[in-house]
């Protein structure tokens, strides 16, 4: 019997959720966004080493200006600011004295900087992105947000909210999956959805790799170190088997014609790992699509052994290495990677991904085309966290058990200032360990 599981679509039609103090107003944003030139006003949020690169590739764009920028650490804003005008590239596209603001509410004032028809980058750490999501595009802001696009299901309900009135005001809306954009990838993809390997029959996803590192500072606080350090903490990033695993999940189902899987289940743990976080060091799980094809993830961040970053799919007639990782996708005849069964190459030059994600998001709102990512930026980050709720629970879950659940890592983020609890705080010994995810008794669901 086939297993019916809720879609965001469902979610959609049936809920009639609207994010707290929200009217749709239905209004479009004007069509010239600035000057007689149409020079396209930018603002961004977050200022790490993404954020540095979004901000490049989008004023790379043609006629554009950083207008405001922010940060939590303010010191961060104006550190970019200041790159930026000894850049001589960039220098021109920087506004005469452009704010900068710090704190956490520094979203809210970048954003109000802005003029309805602007673009804002949101590249903090994964658990504001629905909070600041939401304010953009009440604000009437076009949107380029980094992935994933939220920490739990409840966050991926929010964000889905926020886009329909994303929608109602034609706000164009890029998500950070800049693999979908990667012109190899985009052929090797349509190569396979066109049969180049037959029918898929199974997909491998891997990560494998050194040890990330424990960033902490003695002279901050238990909050400002969780939020330097955001991969470290399940709350900031929702698990590397989130942040870091969501392209190549993303893309092995495209590939499998945009089918999501409707199950998973898996294992992981900390075996040599010592820092006082909240990380695993290796993982695996195995989701199940509806026609019976599993893909299987494996993660690992252990020195000394087997390295490996790609995705492979198997078909019957062959298989395809493609994916994050991947410059130089190929299709191989028969089971075998080896140089003598290569039977496909994409033809299409290697291009900056990064760089043209944001080439086609300029390019819509400069032509008023349709561009709206975040239904697909929710599949992809929703799916990544089911396998984090599998491998954490050690059971089985569906993805309407995943779906349905209330749980949030981090609740009340909307309210967090500086002078708050993180959202995980240490023992009477200083120890993080009890918030460390332990199967068979953690339950998210």
Known sequence: MKESFPSRRSFLKTS?????????????????????????????????????????QALNTGNTKLVAIGDAFGHRAENMVNALKNDEKFAPKIAQDVPTFGGMDNFKKVADALS?????????PPAFRPQHFD????RGLHVFAEKPVAIDSPSCKRILAANEIAKQKN????????????????????????????????CYVYRLQNPFPHIWDAKLSILQNQLLGFQNWT??????????????????????????PISVQGQGGRQVRKFNDQMYDHCAYEYRFDDGVKMTVQLRQIANTWMRFQSVIHGTKGCAVVGEGVRDP???????????????????????????????????????????EMERGVD??????????????????????????????????????????????PDENGSFAHHIAVPGVTKQY
């Open 16 to 56: 009639g959720v609207i994010t707290a103090g929200t009217v749709l107003s239905g209004l479009a944003v004007p069509k010239v966004h600035s000057a007689e030139d149409n020079t396209i006003n930018v603002g961004m949020v977050g200022c790490g080493g993404r954020g540095g690169g979004a901000i490049r």
């Open 116 to 124: 309805p028809g602007s673009v804002i980058i949101l590249a903090t």
């Open 235 to 260: 709350w900031g990033n929702a698990s590397y088997m989130v942040d870091w695993m969501i392209h190549n999940i993303d893309i092995c189902c495209w590939a499998h014609q945009d089918k999501l």
């Open 330 to 372: 190929v299709i191989y005849k028969g089971l075998k990677e080896i140089k003598e069964n290569i039977s496909w190459k994409p033809e299409t030059p290697v291009c900056d991904s990064y760089q043209e994600e944001h080439h086609r998001l300029f390019k819509a709102i400069r032509e008023d085309k349709p561009h709206n």
């Open 171 to 202: 706000l164009k809306v890029a998500v950070g999956l800049n693999n979908r954009h990667y012109f190899r990838t985009e052929e090797t993809v349509k190569a396979v959805q066109d049969g180049a390997i037959g029918e898929i029959i199974a």
């Open 380 to 425: 992809a980050t929703f799916t990544s966290i089911m396998g984090r709720m599998a491998v954490d629970s050690g059971h089985e879950l569906t993805r309407e058990v995943c779906w349905n659940s209330t749980y949030e890592l981090a609740p009340g983020l909307d309210n967090l200032t500086f002078e708050s609890d993180a959202p995980v705080m």
């Open 135 to 138: 304010y953009a595009v009440n």
